[in-house]
């Protein structure tokens, strides 16, 4: 039987102090507008979509559910066809609030259906031999108007991306953190900003496109389970998937922080940041 997937906690957060020329910049608002998400398998589309966030858009409530007490809002941004039926691609955004910086989750999902979105779909959302992924953000704008960096942690405690299989449990991909490296258990089981910005020309690379009002990037090169990776079930790490290479759930995460002052970018000392992770019910 499957089992319903339910919203987790945030696990950290993200400190940035000894920001010259950012301190007084003006606080960034939650995500408003359109933006375009492309996303990618070795080169070709697996889904693409026009989405619009906050008042009046496809996604309104951007608080997660332990935040707020309501689920969050969800759109189709694609559909995978196959002998066995259709299943949509189902986008979720969710951002926390700071004064200095706006921390924002990214879950794309396969589900069952869209009356359905917590069961697992009949066909996966990558293929296990289909190559590397690649998700692109453009147009992204914030409600007051705020001139943003999109901005990942160069450090192995930020939370960059991670997959789930057919049952929830976490994928334990090339890269990826240990369970329990920062004591939460499986949750930590995710590929830290480190590994997207040491600039491998094989695997994850975090890129920026567009900064200012208006921000773009992509997390590219993203490595997908193949038929011999194995899952940590919550209590063993190297369990076989009931079904090898298939992903329900791909995670990512991105801050954005205030434009700085010409030159000051670089003097940002940046602390403990991690994704906002779900969890499935037993």
Sequence with gaps: ??????????????????????????????PSGTFDITIAQGGNIVAQ????????GDLVDLKATWQDGDAEDFTQIGAVSSVTGTSPIILKVTTGDDPLFRLSNWYINMP????????????????????LVDVTITGLTFENGAAAVPYVVDNDTFGTSYMRDFEGHF??????????????????????GQSYLDDPLTSYNF?????????????????VPDLVTTVHDGTSGGVT????????????????????????????????GT????RRRR
């Design 207 to 223: 890129n920026v496109i567009e900064t200012g009002q208006t921000v773009s990037w992509s997390w590219s090169q993203i490595i």
């Design 1 to 30: 039987m499957l089992r319903n997937l339910a919203f987790g906690v945030v696990i950290g957060t993200i400190g940035l102090t000894g920001v010259i020329g950012v301190a007084d910049a003006q606080p960034i608002g939650e």
């Design 49 to 56: 979509d026009t989405v619009t966030i906050g008042p009046g």
């Design 275 to 278: 994704l906002t992770l779900r």
């Design 112 to 131: 069952a259906s869209l009356a359905d979105i917590n069961s697992p779909g009949v066909d996966s959302l990558f293929d296990p031999n289909g190559g």
């Design 171 to 192: 994928y334990e991909l090339p890269e990826s953190n240990p369970a329990g490296a920062w004591g939460h258990g499986s949750y930590d089981i995710q590929v830290p």
């Design 241 to 272: 998937p009931l079904i090898p290479g298939y992903v329900f759930e791909l995670g990512l995460a991105v801050a954005f922080v205030p434009m700085p002052e010409p030159g000051t970018l670089g003097l940002m000392i940046v602390g403990l």
